[in-house]
Antibody, heavy 121, light 107 residues
Framework: QVQLVQSGAEVRKPGASVKISCKASGYTFTSHSIHWLRQAPGQGLEWLGW????????DSSQKIQDRVTITRDTSASTAYMEVIRLTSEDTAVYYC??????????????WGQGTLVTVSS | EIVLTQSPEFQSVSPKEKVTITCRAS??????LHWYQQKPDQSPKLLIR???QSFSGVPSRFSGSGSGTEFTLTINSLEAEDAATYYC?????????FGQGTKLEIK
């Protein structure tokens, strides 16, 4: 069965960086895109960016694009998202989710369990 | 960026009743609109893809309709387990966007 397993909770100080992993199993990793989203406490869902797992092309939200890097390791069927220069406003649960195909416009059909990132001094 | 506006933002409904949630888009999406259910402390789950296609394993009481700028999620014969927040999501344009959510309470 399709599974996306994310790395564990992180605590960082303002100004630091964090890198979250998302290990995929149960399907051909390069046949689907991976998207990253986040949800601040008590808030809705915010899309951060995506990666074409086949060719590594990425795109991200203008709001965060100067601070986020999305990569993948096809040999490990794992996607990564790094966010730098963290502030308290980055405190959120971060989700990876699978695109139903390799395009940028597919629905998001399977989700990771979420990774809580807390930014606090 | 495309703005999605859901209504209502909160609804309290008795079991076995019918619920309708609307999602309006600031520009045409064709049918590239999807619905998700999120229960407390859980990841969102896909319910309906491309406006009206039920995702595998989703109970038949969930259905979707619409195209262009107006979409509807309908839950027939509500069950206690349907208490959750529901989000619409567009994949027509980047950046992807979501509605603000509709919290559904079961009386």
């Amino acid at each position: 069965q399709v599974q996306l397993v994310q790395s564990g909770a992180e605590v960082r100080k303002p100004g630091a960086s964090v890198k979250i992993s998302c290990k995929a199993s149960g399907y051909t990793f390069t046949s689907h895109s991976i998207h990253w989203l986040r949800q601040a406490p008590g808030q809705g869902l915010e899309w951060l960016g995506w990666i074409n797992a086949a060719n590594g092309n990425t795109d991200s939200s203008q709001k965060i694009q100067d601070r986020v890097t999305i990569t993948r390791d096809t040999s490990a069927s794992t996607a990564y998202m790094e966010v730098i220069r963290l502030t308290s406003e980055d405190t959120a649960v971060y989700y990876c989710t699978r695109g139903a195909d390799g395009s940028s416009w597919s629905d998001l059909d399977f989700w990771g369990q979420g990774t809580l990132v807390t930014v606090s001094s | 960026e495309i703005v999605l506006t859901q209504s209502p933002e909160f609804q309290s409904v008795s079991p076995k009743e019918k619920v309708t949630i609307t999602c309006r888009a600031s520009q045409s999406l064709g049918r590239s609109l999807h619905w998700y259910q999120q229960k407390p402390d859980q990841s969102p789950k896909l319910l309906i893809r491309y406006a009206s296609q039920s995702f595998s394993g989703v109970p038949s009481r969930f259905s979707g309709s619409g195209s262009g700028t107006e979409f509807t999620l309908t839950i027939n014969s509500l069950e206690a387990e349907d208490a959750a927040t529901y989000y619409c999501h567009q994949s027509s344009n980047l950046p992807r966007t979501f509605g603000q959510g509709t919290k559904l309470e079961i009386k």
